[in-house]
């Protein structure tokens, strides 16, 4: 039988199962080239997912690369519709349902992003993947939440690998670097280190003097992300970090956290603490 008479009156799925029975060699001349092309290619890809691979949604996410669709016959289609662009064809039998950085293997090429693509890459991770408020943004964000979610090539074209540039572009000064989970080792030095102590006294805690004194303990720097400089900056003196953001301000013997830990803890409990 001629191939004409052969196809005549089918679907576009039918034609593609004959092509895959190998009773056609290829799709007939001209076929991804008709004004219906795109519409039958949108069907045809969604049969290969759904009837053929039995793919569901994570299955597309986490299995589909380069190879998919040359494998199943549809190089032709994906060269003259979609300039080889896998997830191009995926986005027009889906149109809407996928984000070109959620497909594991499928690299996103660097002149992606750009500042929309960035925001909404970064809108999509915290507010409708993770569904984050402020307290959990301060306790879970990390490098690994771009490793896990596959935006690694937003962190390094648009934020130099910097999981704080990325928030901080959502949300701009929402968060002190300090804040967030892993701060840079090198972020720290004596300006930064007296940048964040102020901001703790006098903008989080907002501590007058007498608050300063009474309650003042290496835990208060510890809880709110400050160990590092304390350590680095400070050579874990209490009184050294005090004394370089308020100089000559406090004496050492006053401060309360300045006092052997035990004698600390029963002062504190005399004072009701």
Request: proline fraction near 4%; glycine fraction near 4%; charged fraction near 35%.
């Amino acid at each position: 039988m001629k191939e004409k008479e052969l196809i005549t009156g089918l679907s576009a799925i039918e034609i593609y199962k004959l092509v895959l029975d190998r009773k056609l060699r290829r799709f007939p001349m001209f076929f991804w080239e008709k004004p219906e092309s795109i519409e039958s290619a949108r069907e045809i890809v969604r049969y290969l997912f759904e009837e053929i691979l039995k793919w569901d949604r994570n299955d597309i996410i986490q299995k589909l690369d380069m190879k998919v669709f040359p494998e199943y016959k549809l190089g032709g289609m994906l060269k003259i519709l979609f300039s080889n662009s896998t997830f191009d064809a995926l986005c027009n039998a889906y149109p809407g349902e996928y984000h070109r950085w959620e497909l594991k293997k499928i690299r996103v090429p660097k002149e992606y992003w750009n500042d929309e693509t960035a925001l909404k890459a970064m809108k999509w991770l915290i507010e409708e993947k993770l569904h984050w408020n402020d307290k959990q943004i301060r306790e879970k964000y990390s490098l690994k939440i771009f490793e896990e979610y596959n935006l690694t090539g937003l962190l390094d074209v648009r934020f130099h690998w910097s999981p704080f540039n990325a928030i901080d572009f959502l949300y701009p000064k929402r968060y002190k670097p300090w804040e967030l989970r892993n701060v840079p080792l090198a972020y720290w030095n004596e300006e930064t280190a007296k940048e964040a102590i102020i901001w703790l006294f006098e903008e989080k805690l907002k501590w007058t003097d007498e608050d300063i004194i009474k309650k003042l303990t290496r835990k208060t720097l510890i809880d709110n992300g400050l160990k590092t400089p304390l350590d680095q900056i400070y050579n874990d003196s209490l009184y050294e970090a005090i004394n370089a953001v308020y100089p000559n301000r406090f004496k050492k013997e006053e401060l309360y956290g300045y006092i052997h830990p035990r004698r600390a803890e029963n002062l504190n409990k005399k004072r009701g603490g």
